[in-house]
């Protein structure tokens, strides 16, 4: 697998749910997942709850930069960021920050469908002019594209499991709502995510 020059318009339209449990599915060595405001998370949860999982709860756009400081405490920790397109167009900053600190522990993945699903399905601009792979090339992550389809997705999330970041993987997804709904107790949450995370720290 390498970069490619797939374009979100070729790239497959996926389902969410089926590659957050292929993600989670490579997951074997206590990798920390930051789970985006809404659908993604619940389906990070609907996944598993493995204690390493973050589960953002109502703080939009804050997923990168919360996965970006986890990765820089703990560089021997492979670290994903879960975000959605609405929520990544609020921290744009986040990817030149992530790309000048050259965090090889890190990778975000963007599930792009093109609306604001959980409030009204209002189009986001990468229904219209945004290009999240371009964006994060051009704020330097060079590791950057669209996952051309499940197979793909997987290959580049093995990639970013062998410590080849910063990475960025833009997948189009579809608009179907959430696997399950995460357990909504933000002290449990950050509990149980701290001492996991000090396990290894």
Known sequence: MSTNDTTRA???????????????????????????????NFDLWAAGQRPENFYMLGSMGLAAPIAMGVALAQPQRTVFALEGDGSLLMQLGALGSIAAARLKNLCVVVFDNGVYAITGRQ???????????????????????????????????????????????????????????????????RQRFMDALAARA
């Open 10 to 40: 070729d790239a497959k339209v996926m389902n969410r749910s089926d590659l957050t449990r292929r993600l989670v599915a490579q997951l074997h060595r206590q990798e920390a997942v930051i789970g985006g405001v809404g659908y993604n």
């Open 123 to 189: 189009p986001t601009l990468s229904a219209s002019t945004v290009d999240f792979v371009a964006v994060a090339r051009g704020c330097g992550l060079a590791q950057s594209a669209w996952a051309t389809d499940e197979a793909d997705f997987e290959a580049r999330v093995a990639t970013a499991l062998n410590g080849n970041g910063p990475s960025l993987i833009a997948a189009r997804i579809d608009e179907q709502k959430a696997a399950g709904t995460t357990d909504r107790d933000p002290v449990r949450i």
